[in-house]
């Protein structure tokens, strides 16, 4: 701790590390980033670059971790080294903020739990608890307006599919097992919390069905098609929703290839301990890119609607009255993305380290939201339902 801020440092510097991990966590005034690492000596000098300050660089974790004003650290790294990577920065006593999904298997995911030693703050990135719209539904359930949540439908409506997974290493189930646990973990985590429950059980149903197929792998840039493409892509920069810029040209493998096998579409059942079930949506084709939730209780309905451009709407309708109440949660300006919930989920993690009291914040719902995802992969591949092991140490804690 320095002047009251905290010694930030970043593992993985690809567009999340580097703009959310870096500079979203420095506008918040609450640390100034002390060190950063990535296999990549490029990544690190780049980053260093563009983070500016007093930075050291490293290309190895283990002495990363070492570094003296290291008080939190945040892991944006692939998906299949989360496990690894924070069980060590658990062991070593840091702050930990994980980026989403949690890990790839429910065994890892319970195997960092098992890691934290109750002397930090660890949270994982699932930032759209945090977004206006979601803490507003959060309240209205938690009034009781519709009771005792007992059936709800999710839907990802994901229409920027083709252009952030099915041009890369994404495209593969062997890189990050499905788009569920890529994706869908967030909205998952969501409904997860709404209904106040953990999931025990989970059919899935899905397929690849207008990515892929039996075209060669080329690049972009060499295909003849690349004018009648909407798929096609050169851009020297291309923007996420959370507003980083990808760089990497690399990224224009095409869509259309038999080189992808990572399903498009799904949909999922879950059951949930105390008896609500859930279906869920995801496709990567759909016209528009939002988030649609409704939920029945046995004193009403919720529905939601989640956008980027924070169009936000929720619908109450309680059981035996003429009319629904409508609600219209305020836009975020400024450090907006994801609906304001990466601005809110900086201001927690950060509140929480400046107050001195370790905890694990949001912990079960991101084991229990990985935890479908991965379910549902099995059963889409095996065509079974998929049962959930049941994780001992939130028994009766925190959620
Ligand atoms: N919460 C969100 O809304 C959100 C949004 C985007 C990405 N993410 C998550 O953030 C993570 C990173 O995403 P990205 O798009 O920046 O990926 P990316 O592939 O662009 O970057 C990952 C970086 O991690 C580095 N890395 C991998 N293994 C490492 C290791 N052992 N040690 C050090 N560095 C290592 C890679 O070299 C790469 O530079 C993913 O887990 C992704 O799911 C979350």
Redesign the pocket.
């Known amino acids: 701790m320095k002047d009251g801020k905290f010694g930030l440092g970043i593992?993985?510097?690809?567009?999340?590390?580097?703009?959310?991990g870096g500079r979203d966590f420095l506008k918040s005034g609450n640390c100034y980033v002390t060190c950063v690492?990535?296999?990549?000596q490029e990544?690190v000098d780049s980053a260093i670059n563009e983070l500016g300050g007093n930075i050291t660089g490293y290309?190895?974790?283990d002495d990363?971790l070492e570094h003296p004003d290291l008080d939190a650290v945040v892991?944006?790294?692939?998906?299949m080294?989360?496990a690894?990577?924070a069980v060590k920065v658990l062991a070593k006593k840091k702050h930990l903020y994980l980026?989403?999904?949690m890990a790839q298997t429910i065994e890892d995911c319970d195997r960092i739990i098992d890691a934290w030693t109750g002397e930090s703050v660890f949270m994982v990135?699932?930032?759209?608890r945090y977004c206006t719209l979601m803490q507003e539904c959060k309240k209205i359930v938690e009034r009781g307006d519709i009771g005792r949540i007992i059936i709800g439908t999710v839907v990802d409506n994901v229409s920027v599919g083709g252009n952030y997974y099915f041009h890369g290493?994404r495209r593969k189930k062997q890189y990050?097992k499905s788009l569920i646990l890529?994706k869908g973990t967030?909205s998952l985590d969501l409904a997860n919390w709404l209904i106040d429950d953990s999931p025990v059980k989970v059919y899935a149903s899905g397929g690849l069905d207008v990515f892929g197929g039996d075209g060669e792998d080329i690049n972009c840039v060499d295909c003849d098609k690349k004018s009648e493409c909407h798929y096609y892509r050169n851009d020297k920069v291309f923007i996420?929703d959370?507003g980083?810029e990808?760089k990497?040209t690399t990224l224009d493998k095409c869509v259309y290839s038999k080189e992808c096998d990572t399903h498009d579409n799904s949909l999922v059942i879950i059951d949930y301990e105390k008896g609500a079930r859930l279906s869920y949506m995801e496709c990567h084709f759909t016209p528009e890119y939002s988030r649609e939730f409704m939920f029945v209780g046995d004193k009403g309905k919720m529905t939601a609607f989640y956008n980027n451009e924070q169009e936000f709407k929720i619908m109450v309708w309680k059981r035996h009255e003429e009319k629904p109440v409508y609600y219209y949660p305020p836009k975020v300006e400024g450090l907006g993305a994801?609906g304001g919930?990466?601005d809110g989920i900086i201001r927690e993690f950060s509140k929480r380290i400046l107050s001195g009291k370790p905890c694990m914040i949001g912990i079960k719902g991101a084991r229990d939201s990985a935890a479908i995802a991965i379910a549902a992969y099995q059963s889409e591949e095996s065509g079974l339902p998929v049962t959930i092991p049941h994780n001992r140490i939130f028994d009766g804690e925190q959620k």
């Open positions: 593992i993985g510097l690809g567009a999340r590390g580097v703009h959310f690492c990535d296999v990549f990544r290309t190895n974790v990363f892991v944006a790294t692939n998906d080294t989360h690894d990577i980026e989403k999904p990135g699932l930032e759209l290493p990050i890529e967030h996420m959370y980083a990808v990497e994801h919930g990466d």
